[in-house]
């Protein structure tokens, strides 16, 4: 969310479903953050965290376990404790009279759910019928970036590669990646617990499952989402996805087709503009490069880079060029 | 280097120069690996790390401090100490009568000089003038792979993002990437040296000098060299660049459209049988996912992983799959 976009001044009620999750904590951080007061606000998990104080805003709040009686009287929920949870509990909580904003994949190629990211499509949200899904972050990342651009020159086709981190897997995956690198650095046999395949060091392909064709569920999922936020099932896309061994925040490196020619000043000069996106695009590299061949003494280049994206709301972009593999001038590199 | 290759059973003399870096260390463990017999070997490096003994095949070595005299009476040099090292000493091996294999991008681009895979393009050995270049890291890569299915049918454009290891910057950059994620991890302030910006937990666009096109060198360098050992000039090609927290054995997310249709299974087949090529491309991940909303209990699917690759000769190739964007049937994503 941007500064500049309004915001509700205070929410009556509100329940976070998976409270102790990385994606809870984040919601309850952003709560604080943005000065959202919630009159009443229910902090609920698995029965085995139930107990757990939790700060938000100087107020500590006891975590509750879910039940089926959790959402009585209850204005709005977040759900982020994964498909099982919400395609049990969402529709009890909608049954009470709660609208349900969730996290999990299992309503957002529903027909009857808006699937909205409210830079993108605020006025979706109109159509629901007591859930409204948000996308899968990856697809949100690639979709705040492109969107701006497709409005003023639509998308021929889109290709995507992503660097996602651990912390979409997850807390217990970012806690993975701590120890396993720390047993790494100490010469200590690593057993992969939450990810099937050793993080520290490494990457690899996403791990869920893969289709009849190869691609894995992220991959699809960036996909199909994409093609139902922007209103164009026939969208041509295609995607790569793959963890690295980062804690916060998602990279991806994306190649854009455009209708008609395009620059990469225009291209940045719309994302300028753009809500919700931050231009990180300095510099020249004319510094001392660790390519050994070419010494200099000035400052790096900035680019957009995990550990900056991290903390900010914004999603970042940069290191945007004419993809020069097409002589047309109507493709674009960006990071 | 593929077993099945022609090797020679013995070198006469032959001259490290830059033994003691990432990759002077790297060919004194093939020539042992492969049991390539050298009856004169000659360690150089700077006069800084002259007199370090170093381990070849059982038989210590004492490095010698690199001088013009260094290369009388040696038959072969390779050289892999940085562009000016390059510069300023190939030419003067070469008068010596010794034939330079040279892996700085100094003679790469040179008309005079052949860049030369030894999978791909041998017979551009043929005519060089004293010095042959080997391709960058990430190059050679790609081409290994992208080669094979080029013969049969030809490339009309290829997209590729990296994921580079820290092994590329070097083996002081090997040990920055240690050292900084052991300060992260005990919570300690991070100040980069090899590296312009944090490497631990982070990723970033190649540090590389950036062209006016806005590229950097090592993404310029993939699509000139690539041409030039394809002998296809025109070749279109683009690349993103971005160095990622992994020890060793860089990853490349490759996007390929040809002139005919081709399916993946096609795409295997060609790969199974290229020299210097492993195809990992296993199972469906029905397992347990990290994507809280598919569980399963199954073996997960193996496609290629630095950790993997960092020991293998082989370059490990996996995760094909019909790019779907396209309608003709005419692309290939691949890992």
């Not at 996909?223 to 980062?246: G, L, N, S």
């Amino acid at each position: 969310m941007n500064d500049s976009m309004q915001q509700p001044r205070s929410i009556k009620s509100l329940a976070i479903v998976g409270a102790t999750g990385a994606v809870g904590r984040e919601a309850c951080r952003i709560l604080q953050q943005h000065h959202i007061a919630v009159d009443h606000l229910k902090l609920l998990a698995s029965p085995r965290s139930a107990g757990t104080a939790v700060d938000v805003g100087g107020h500590s709040h006891k975590v509750e376990a879910l039940s089926e009686a959790s959402f009585n009287g209850i204005q709005y929920a977040i759900f982020s404790a994964g498909g099982a949870i919400s395609r049990e509990y969402a529709p009890i909580a909608v049954k009470a009279g709660c609208i349900v904003v969730d996290n999990s994949s299992v309503f957002r190629m529903d027909p009857d759910t808006p699937l909205v990211i409210p830079e993108i499509n605020p006025d979706d949200i109109a159509d629901h019928q007591g859930i409204i899904a948000n996308p899968n972050c990856s697809t949100i990342i690639a979709a705040m970036v492109v969107w701006p651009l497709h409005r003023v020159n639509p998308i021929k086709r889109m290709i995507i590669s992503t660097y996602q981190s651990a912390s979409g897997a997850g807390a217990a995956a970012m806690e993975e990646l701590k120890t396993q690198s720390a047993d790494v650095l100490s010469g200590r046999d690593v057993t992969p617990s939450v990810f099937p395949h050793p993080i520290a060091f490494n990457l690899f392909v996403h791990d869920s499952p893969l289709d009849e064709h190869g691609y894995n569920n992220e991959e699809s999922k960036m996909v199909h989402e994409t093609r139902k936020i922007f209103h164009a099932p026939d969208m041509p896309i295609t995607t790569t996805c793959i963890r690295v061994p980062v804690m916060r925040a998602h990279s991806e490196s994306i190649n854009l087709e455009f209708t008609n020619p395009i620059t990469p000043d225009e291209v940045r000069k719309i994302l300028h503009e753009a809500p919700g996106v931050s231009v990180v695009d300095i510099g020249t590299n004319q510094h001392k490069s660790t390519d050994a061949e070419h010494a200099g003494n000035h400052q790096p280049a900035r680019f957009p880079m995990p550990i900056d994206a991290s903390e900010h709301d914004d999603c970042l972009v940069g290191h945007i060029r004419q993809d020069m593999s097409r002589s047309n001038g109507r493709a674009i590199n960006m990071f």
